[in-house]
């Protein structure tokens, strides 16, 4: 089994880094003018014809260009400059949305700077560009060395600086040999001397990666995005026939239409709202996981991780502490619960693990044990500590006149015995119990003057975290299955799995039998997230649908998954899952939104293009929202078209709010918010800008 | 008994019917295209043909051979009437236009049943019985057995066979057109349709006049015209017909039979789902929903606008009467005009052209939907359930999942056969109405070019329902010229034959996955949201389609 390795975290920086970044502050209306330049670059019909409906915007824009020079009009005009608007904001939507992720390279890149490396070639140190490294070559680094490249420790063990990839100001151990060998290019040893071998070729190490990632430079459709972009591309086709079939049923009608008014009807029509910003979401899905710290190494990842229905939680450091915490004292008979708290805590003061700790915060807390013990505090300071040691296995404290001591069962019953003491059965049968349960006993005794007796046990046992089983339940309600996977017997796995609301659990698990739990799952047809961190769970992580990396682990196990949390907290596997759901509600939610729309504008342009004519004075009555002409209304219906893109730029690059809720309340909610809301908004939002158009000189 | 109280008996009789005869007869058809055994009519047929009843076809094979036998059925057909006078049975009919029978034959093979002829004026006998009658049991078993392959991707995993075309058609044929067929023949007689093989007889009539009274196979022909939701009657007059048509209790078992099987298929889906496992019963009873929830709301609205009638002489004849038989009434020609445009079937026992704008502009949207409410014999489940899955892909993003149907991942290969399927048929109509208005020679060939928004309806009820397999005419337009004979023949061609490659490759790839277990997670496909999203769905996206389309031709001249 592997275990995990949680760094202690100070919050700080990382609220830092999130508040740099935030969705407010991206987004200012500022930005809509700083970004209008690149904006305008994006114009170029080469890089545009990847999306077909706002490419679709721009020939229209261009027809509109040549009608408006030919036969100069207001509405020609004032249409036409909209038309160009709207694909205008489409880009500019997607250069704020990468924005954000240049602002973050840049700033990574500063990592990146030229730096030399210490090759050690035969034994000896010979200076050479970082540049030139290649894999398998060995390099010295000492405190205040930049590491050149990605590679592995083999020699030493030193703390090193991450922030520059983490954000993480405090320093890390990396060490050769076990799961903690892996070094990440560009950041800086503070203390001590590593012998690195390299393990990637310069130019394709993480950092240069990360960089790349989150700029989007490679960034390539997901397969849901090609999904949504060939029905965009269909709704397309379809209204183009709609629009170019009118025209001979207007010219039999005895009005047929000018161009400006067909392609306004186009464009109205064919879905500009999710097309101009369904990059944008893509790309702001990127970041928002990059703001949690956690890179995907591809959209797909994370679109992945919106489908997943199982989770594997490591039990360490994900469902439990980590940490085996006090649970519960047990005295032996004879002896007042409080004296055996007082000489537990007593045992313990000199105890500097975790586990110590959490013995005098539960025998010293007031709630638990009142009274007694926090009067000893005093003799304690008397005393002299005997720490805890591997050959002892004991710890405790010598007083003048008392010697206490608290360990493992066989430990402190030979240092009883040894003092003339007797065994107590009815501990033995505690300690038993306890083992059998999963918890770990500690032994409590003291030797008073001569004798030693045995005081009683105090239970130590897996913490499950706080909060977990409302997580577990939400998660449940989203149709996850958790599983805990643990080295632990079936029995305390199962305990805990209990404890914290898991749906299942696979006990005494080797690395084989997880990557067979992924196997097994994936063939039912479910898709499967998990963490890890060791080299002996990359053949799982590679296996998983969706796999994330520790950034403390090993290269190996880097390498194989698909996202690497540079927090190295595997509880957020959880929120992984859910930016990859945001991500695509978001989409769905955007193009109900965009369809819902089109009846509003029908109502807007139809009657506007056939009710003045004889025979079809009828249609006047489709003219609901009343608007003044039939330019102003054309003129009103392409104008909220293309506002309703800048409106929305803050929700794509928020994404919509997500709840953990079932699906079809879920469906509902949403079904509810775009569906019936993008049908009733445009009446409303069409209707205002009338009442503005209508005063433009030449619309009435 | 007041026309509404009699109108809504014969609705609720029909429906009870229906009901009655849902979960036996659905139950039944599931049986007979899972079951494993042969009859020994169909061993030594397959044995004949050489053909392995027991080897499952890949779908591109199974692809291959829907598209083989239609087009051997088009050419069959095309011979037929082109040598028909030198035939048996020929009653003095003259071979058919080269245009013609290439539009006759594609008509009925395509299950459309267009008739830009006037049957008893134009085919023999022995092309009524032996071409059309036998192509009308045809078409409709190789819309099943398509509509039969589809569900089995959806239930089949790993796997890319969708079952054997030949046994799927042959059984559709002779377990459940053929016996149906005899049955309800015999009905047809007993309830007056006329049944000989006699030829066009001349009577003296009461006031001293001669009349010219045709006979023929009709009963026969008339039995599986609406059962196989063809539609093509033996007379130009279609089932308003006296001889074709005669009295109200016919008219409503002819309505019987154009909806039993495309109702009851619902039920053979569910049952199919539900005995593999990959779904249960109520997603089939999900779908028959959907498409209950249209044809009700069409057949209210219908039946409303007719009832309401427009301008004075209607009100005096209490309804708009023009173009309907006194036998049937308001309310049977409402239901009879609902049933046959929303089923792709196309018979008539009334004339729509005749129709109040709305209510002519409703059967016209019937057919425009894609004829799946319930649609044709297979041809309205698949329909439906390609719609449902695109209704799940719109409603699959919105829960935060790649949109799955039955377990089933609607991704990039799937959402483009399903977009291919959606927008074939509005092409198809809205090119070919394009062109039409386009033409300088189309006016003429309609019954109210002075009535502008009518004449292009007439234009644009032509191709609809041509493209959409109805083969219901709007009655107004004179279709026997050589452009509409050969655009409307391209437009059932397609119409049917391109949804059936979208469908078939959607069901290969269906097929291969490996379905998603149904967790909390997973958007319910059985439940009353799910009904509302795909007929919201189905009505936006042909809505928006053809709204234009709808506001120059029925809306202009409703509101006008």
């Not at chain 1, 060995?138 to 020699?155: K, M, N, Q, R, T």
Request: proline share 5%.
């Amino acid at each position: 089994m592997s275990t995990t390795v949680t760094p202690v975290r100070p919050e700080q920086g990382r609220a830092d880094r999130a508040r740099s970044a935030a969705p407010g502050r991206a987004f200012a209306p500022r930005g809509l003018v700083t970004k209008l330049p690149e904006a305008l670059r994006k114009l170029d019909p080469r890089a545009m014809v990847r999306q077909p409906v706002m490419f679709t915007v721009l020939i229209g824009s261009v027809l509109t260009t040549a009608y408006c020079i030919a036969e100069p009009s207001v509405f020609a005009v004032v249409v036409t400059l909209w038309l160009w608007a709207t694909v205008v904001f489409a880009n500019l939507a997607e250069a704020i949305a990468e924005g954000r992720g240049k602002a973050q390279a840049d700033a990574l890149r500063s990592a990146r700077a030229e730096t030399t490396a210490r090759a050690l070639v035969d034994g000896a140190e010979t200076v050479v560009p970082a540049a030139r490294l290649g894999i398998g070559d060995l390099v010295v680094c000492e405190a205040g060395d930049v590491i050149p490249g990605d590679g592995d420790v083999v020699e030493g063990v030193a703390s090193v600086d991450e922030s520059a990839v983490t954000g993480e100001s405090a320093p890390v151990i990396r060490e050769s040999g076990g799961d903690r060998t892996a070094v990440t290019g560009g950041t800086r040893v503070l203390s001590d001397r590593i012998v690195v071998r390299i393990t990637a070729e310069p130019g394709t190490t993480f950092l240069d990666r990360m960089i790349a990632l989150v700029e989007g430079a490679d960034r390539q459709k997901t397969p849901n995005e090609i999904a949504l972009n060939a029905l965009l591309a269909s709704l397309t086709i379809c209204f183009l026939l709609a629009v170019v079939s009118l025209q001979p049923f207007a010219a039999w009608a005895g009005g047929p239409q000018s161009v400006p008014i067909l392609v306004a009807l186009l464009v109205c029509l064919i879905p500009t709202t999710i097309g101009a910003l369904l990059s944008a979401v893509g790309i702001a899905g990127m970041d928002r996981l990059v703001r949690r710290n956690v890179l995907a190494m591809s959209g797909r990842a994370v679109e992945a991780a919106g489908n997943i229905t199982t989770l594997l939680l490591d039990k360490t450091g994900t469902v439990t502490l980590g940490d085996r915490q006090a649970h519960a004292v047990l005295p032996a008979d004879g002896v007042a619960e409080a004296h055996l708290a007082s000489a537990a805590l007593l045992a313990s003061r000199a105890d500097g693990t975790p586990e110590g700790r959490s013995i005098v915060e539960f025998c010293a807390g007031p709630p638990a044990l009142p009274g007694g013990p926090a009067a000893e505090d005093a003799s304690a300071a008397a005393g002299e500590p005997v720490p805890f040691s591997a050959q002892t296995r004991m710890s405790g404290l010598d007083l003048p006149d008392r010697r206490v001591r608290k360990g493992a069962a066989s430990a402190v019953r030979r240092w009883v015995a040894e003092n003339g003491g007797a065994d107590d059965p009815g501990v033995a049968a505690v300690v038993d119990r306890i083992s059998a349960e999963g918890g770990t006993p500690l032994v409590v005794a003291e030797a008073d003057g001569g004798t030693a007796r045995v005081l009683g046990v105090v239970h130590l046992k897996d913490v499950v975290k706080a909060g977990l089983r409302e997580r577990f339940a939400q998660l449940r309600a989203m149709g996850i299955r958790t599983v805990m996977i643990t080295g632990d017997n079936p029995r305390t796995a199962a305990a805990i799995a209990e404890e914290a609301g898991l749906d299942d659990f696979l006990a005494e698990a080797t690395p084989q039998d997880k990557l067979d739990l992924i196997r097994r799952e994936q063939e039912g047809g479910r898709l499967v997230a998990m963490t890890g961190d060791g080299t002996n769970d990359a053949p799982a992580l590679a296996q998983a649908d969706v796999g994330v990396a520790m950034n403390t682990g090993t290269s190996a196990a880097k390498e194989a998954g698909n996202m690497v949390d540079l927090d190295s907290d595997p509880t957020k596997l959880i929120e992984i899952v859910e930016i990859g759901k945001q991500l695509l509600i978001t989409r769905g939610a955007l193009t109900t939104f965009s369809v819902a729309n089109d009846v509003a504008k029908y109502f807007a342009i139809i009657p506007a293009m056939f009710a003045a004519i004889g025979g079809y004075e009828g249609l006047a009555a489709l003219n609901i929202m009343g608007l003044a002409s039939p330019q102003s209304a054309i003129v009103s219906a392409v104008v909220f078209n293309a506002l309703v893109i800048v409106a929305l730029i803050p929700l794509s690059l928020r994404g919509v709010r997500y709840r953990a809720m079932n699906a079809e309340a879920m469906l509902r909610r949403n079904l509810l918010v775009y569906g019936v809301g993008g049908l009733v908004t445009p009446f409303i939002g069409i209707k205002l800008i009338d009442l503005v158009v209508m005063f433009i000189p030449g619309m009435v | 008994m007041s026309d509404i109280v009699a109108g809504l008996l014969q609705a609720s009789l029909l429906f009870s019917i229906l009901a009655a005869v849902y979960v036996p007869f659905g139950d039944f058809m599931a049986r007979v295209y899972t079951g494993t055994r042969h009859l020994r009519v169909e061993r030594a047929l397959y044995r004949v043909c050489g053909i392995d009843p027991d080897a499952d076809q890949h779908w591109s094979g199974y692809l291959r051979a829907v598209l083989a036998f239609s087009l051997l059925s088009v050419l069959a057909l095309y011979l037929l009437q082109r040598t028909q006078q030198w035939l048996p049975l020929a009653i003095g009919m003259a071979p058919v236009d080269p245009d013609q029978a290439w539009n006759t034959a594609v008509s009925f093979a395509a299950n459309t049943n267009w008739q830009s002829y006037s049957g008893e004026a134009a085919m023999s006998h022995l092309t009524q019985m032996a071409g059309l009658a036998v192509q009308n049991f045809l078409s409709a078993a190789v819309g099943m057995a398509v509509a039969v392959a589809l569900v089995r991707g959806l239930i089949r995993r790993r796997t890319e066979l969708l079952g054997n075309f030949w046994v799927d058609l042959v059984r559709g044929v002779f377990r459940i057109l053929l016996p149906i067929a005899a049955v309800g023949a015999l009905l047809l007689v007993a309830g007056g349709v006329v049944q000989n093989l006699a030829g066009p007889a001349e009577y003296a009539t009461v006031g001293g006049g001669t009349q010219v009274l045709p006979g023929g196979p009709v009963a026969s022909q008339e039995v599986i015209k609406e059962l196989g939701t063809n539609g093509g009657g033996f007379f130009n007059a279609n089932s308003a017909h006296p001889f074709e048509g005669p009295t109200a209790v016919v008219s409503l078992f002819q309505i019987l039979l154009i909806l039993v099987i495309p109702v009851c298929l619902t039920r053979t889906y569910g049952t199919m789902l539900a005995r593999s496992g990959a779904g249960t019963r109520r997603h089939g009873l999900a779908v028959l929903a959907a498409m209950g929830t249209i044809f009700t709301l069409s057949l209210v609205g219908t039946t409303a606008a007719e009832m309401a009638g427009g301008g004075s002489a209607t009100q005096a004849a209490g309804a708009a009467m023009e173009g309907k038989e006194v036998r049937f009434g308001e309310m049977l020609s409402a239901l009879f005009a609902t049933a046959t445009t929303g089923t792709s079937t196309g018979a008539v026992n009334s004339f729509h052209d005749s129709f109040t704008p709305f209510g002519g502009g409703l059967v016209l949207l019937n057919m425009l939907l894609g004829e799946v409410t319930p649609g044709g014999v297979g041809s309205g489940l698949y329909g439906m359930l390609v719609l449902a899955m695109l209704a799940v892909f719109l409603g699959g993003l919105m829960i935060g999942r790649t949109p799955e149907y039955l377990g089933k991942r609607i991704g990039p290969r799937e959402i483009k056969l399903i977009a291919l399927f959606v927008l074939t048929t509005p092409a198809l109509v809205l090119i070919g109405t394009g062109i039409a208005m386009a033409l300088p020679g189309t006016p003429g060939a309609m019954t109210n070019a002075d009535v502008r928004p009518h004449g292009f309806s007439e234009v644009l009820y032509a191709f609809a329902s041509g493209a959409n397999n109805n083969g219901s005419a709007f009655a107004g337009l004179g279709a026997d010229t050589a452009f509409f004979n050969t655009g409307i023949g391209l437009a059932m061609l397609f119409g049917r034959y391109l949804p059936m490659v979208f469908v078939l490759a959607l069901a290969g790839s269906l097929a291969q996955q490996q379905p998603a277990p149904a967790t909390g997670g997973t958007f319910p496909t059985h439940k009353p949201l799910f009904v509302a999203m795909v007929v919201a769905t189905t009505l936006i996206i042909t809505g928006l389609t053809f709204f234009p389309a709808l506001a120059l031709g029925p809306l202009a001249e409703g509101l006008s």
